[in-house]
């Protein structure tokens, strides 16, 4: 695979599977141990909602930052700073201090990161490979996906909240290795010119942030009070998944760079509608919850590349991919935010679990509508030339 070629983006890579091991040991967890702990699931979405409201508010201090220090320094710094918050997890019990510590730290070391990641990803990427890049990126962190959550489970089995989280923070510093030698990006100077695509990019990410609300945050609630608050069951149905969609993703992405966006994006919304109708009705029963979260990890195979492609293509046409990162992950933040804090006063209605799941399917649908006129036009002028 030529698009192998590109060192900067291998080294990425590699970062990236080393953070999914603390993502997939230490992050998925978070939520559900929370709930454990016993913060009532409404609030549990509230403090994922202000979590993204912090990182919205914090997003004006990245750029600068990033002019000062360079954009590959500031990603290591919040590579690091990503882990200050799982010394916090073991000492939250309820409603309480260390639990508004957690929500008040956990913004700074996101939204460093997550910012400048895309941005960097952005930026050292092909724009002829890129659905294969983000293919292989998802499959990679997808076989990682098969053990880290085995490896958080046992540790929370064996060791406690205390071994388990400070192993996972203990990772996500080792993932800024990779990075230390990898190039730097030169940054725009500043200007105040808007940014080509810059809406659309912000629009299909506030799409993505309302489907991940319902996909990733409520349902990581509803399948641990399915398996009736097991670490250990909770863990193996994340490692199930992975082992699904290991290498659908692959398939996806050679389709977009094959010019075939359209019927990518057809597949990855028909399996995003189908999972997110099949977790509704599986509320309830463990056998079910469990096979509806392992078909799930389609839904992530075949969602990642036909988004993500081209969000970052648009991202390093423009004048600046940090400042235009700046603004996508913006529109995560209130997509996200707002999906959790309407599935949060749904579950505190009395709602089951179903409603806000199916609160994803909005945001998929969305997410579909734009990318269609999107690659409707990519393919047409593939066609005149």
Known sequence: MSFFGNGAVNRVNLHTVVQALSEGAGGVFVLVFLLQAGVPAPLVLCAMAALTAGRFVLRPVVLPLARRIGLRRTLIL?????????????????????????????????????????????????????????????????????????LGAGLLAAGGPWLAFLAAGAIQILAAAPLVG?????????????????????????????????????????????????????????ALAALVGAGFSLWIGKRIDAGTGR???????????????????????????????????????VWMPALGAPIYNLAKASACPLRFNVAT????????????????????????YAAPVLLGLAGATAAFAILWRRYGRVETRALST
């Open 78 to 150: 919040g590579t690091v700073g990503e882990a200050a918050v799982f010394p916090l997890l073991p000492l939250v019990a309820g409603v309480d201090g260390y639990f508004l510590a957690f929500v008040l730290i956990g913004p700074i070391g996101s939204v460093l990161y997550w910012t400048c990641y895309h941005a960097y990803f952005a930026a050292v990427g092909d724009d002829e490979h890129r659905g294969s890049q983000v293919a292989l990126r998802t499959a990679l962190t997808s076989i990682v996906g098969v053990i880290a959550p085995l």
């Open 182 to 238: 990898a190039p730097e990006v030169p940054l725009a100077a500043p200007s105040r010119e808007p940014l080509k695509g810059v809406v659309t990019g912000a629009a299909l990410s506030a799409c993505d942030g309302v489907f991940a609300g319902g996909y990733f945050f409520v349902w990581q609630i509803a399948l641990f009070t399915a398996l009736d608050g097991s670490f250990t069951a909770y863990g193996g149905a994340m």
């Open 263 to 301: 019927s990518a994006i057809v597949i990855a919304f028909l399996v995003a509608a189908t999972v997110l109708m099949f977790r509704a009705v599986s509320i309830g029963s463990p056998g079910l919850a469990v096979t509806a979260n392992a078909v799930g990890a389609l839904v992530t195979a």
């Open 329 to 352: 992950e913006g529109g995560w933040d209130v997509g996200c935010g707002g999906a959790c804090l309407i599935g949060a006063a749904m579950i505190w209605g009395g709602f089951t």
